[in-house]
């Protein structure tokens, strides 16, 4: 399964998010050769962190997507992170809400693909090799 993480941030997050991210693909770079079912091959992942005014939301700018294309086997996903959370936490923190991105994706994308995507296992990998345990992520919080 091959995960791409890329991100929308605004300038005052983008580094901590960029090394963060940086972190996690690495990471999940193991998983490229593991099999979690037929229906997907890859997902792309893209927390939006900015700081978005009424006007922006109005104007439908950083609006979150979860799109799941059978035919292709490929998915992306653009969920946001709060923006003041992200910004007044500490390292660990802001590594929590990213994690926490991630797994809504992967949860999300289990309801949709229910043919043959074994959803649960790649989420308990993910979480193995970010060293997060599942009650931890399930406590964050992202909106």
């Given at each position: 399964?091959?995960?791409?993480?890329?991100?929308?941030?605004?300038?005052?997050?983008?580094?901590?998010?960029?090394?963060?991210?940086?972190?996690?693909?690495?990471?999940?770079?193991?998983?490229?050769?593991?099999?979690?079912?037929?229906?997907?091959?890859?997902?792309?992942?893209?927390?939006?962190?900015?700081?978005?005014?009424?006007?922006?939301?109005?104007?439908?700018?950083?609006?979150?997507?979860?799109?799941?294309?059978?035919?292709?086997?490929?998915?992306?996903?653009?969920?946001?992170?709060?923006?003041?959370?992200?910004?007044?936490g500490d390292y660990n923190i802001k590594r929590l809400l990213l994690a926490k991105n991630i797994i809504d994706s992967?949860?999300?994308?289990?309801?949709?693909?229910?043919?043959?995507?074994?959803?649960?296992?790649?989420?308990?990998?993910?979480?193995?090799?970010?060293?997060?345990?599942?009650?931890?992520?399930?406590?964050?919080?992202?909106?």
């Amino acid at each position: 399964m091959e995960i791409f993480l890329s991100g929308e941030t605004d300038m005052e997050v983008a580094e901590q998010f960029r090394e963060i991210r940086n972190e996690f693909e690495a990471k999940l770079e193991s998983l490229k050769d593991k099999n979690y079912g037929s229906e997907l091959q890859s997902i792309g992942i893209t927390p939006i962190v900015v700081n978005l005014s009424p006007e922006y939301e109005e104007s439908g700018f950083f609006k979150e997507r979860k799109l799941f294309k059978k035919k292709e086997k490929d998915a992306g996903y653009r969920l946001r992170i709060n923006f003041e959370k992200f910004v007044s936490g500490d390292y660990n923190i802001k590594r929590l809400l990213l994690a926490k991105n991630i797994i809504d994706s992967i949860r999300s994308l289990g309801t949709k693909a229910k043919k043959d995507f074994d959803a649960i296992s790649l989420e308990k990998d993910i979480l193995y090799l970010l060293d997060i345990g599942v009650e931890t992520i399930n406590k964050v919080d992202i909106k």
